[in-house]
């Protein structure tokens, strides 16, 4: 999977979920996340965890619950 780049990204913190586009520029730099205005979404102190999914993972959304299912098909 390429890591470089731009996507959605989606966190979840302090009980909201954040539709962001994560963004990771020439390989050696590092992921930033940024809001749809572009300016960037701030890390909080501590631990950060990713979890990378690919394009053909499903999303559903509902009023209070978000669930990601992971897909992974095989190359073409």
Known sequence: ???IG???AYVLRDGYVYE????????GEL???????GSRFPFKPGNTW?????QDSLLEK???AWRF???LIPPR
């Open 62 to 64: 509902a009023a209070e």
């Open 20 to 27: 962001l586009q994560w963004v990771r520029p020439p390989q």
């Open 6 to 8: 731009n996507g959605p």
């Open 50 to 54: 990713f979890q990378v999914v690919s």
């Open 1 to 3: 999977m390429d890591f």
């Open 69 to 71: 299912q992971f897909e």
């Open 31 to 37: 992921v930033y996340l940024i809001y749809p205005d």
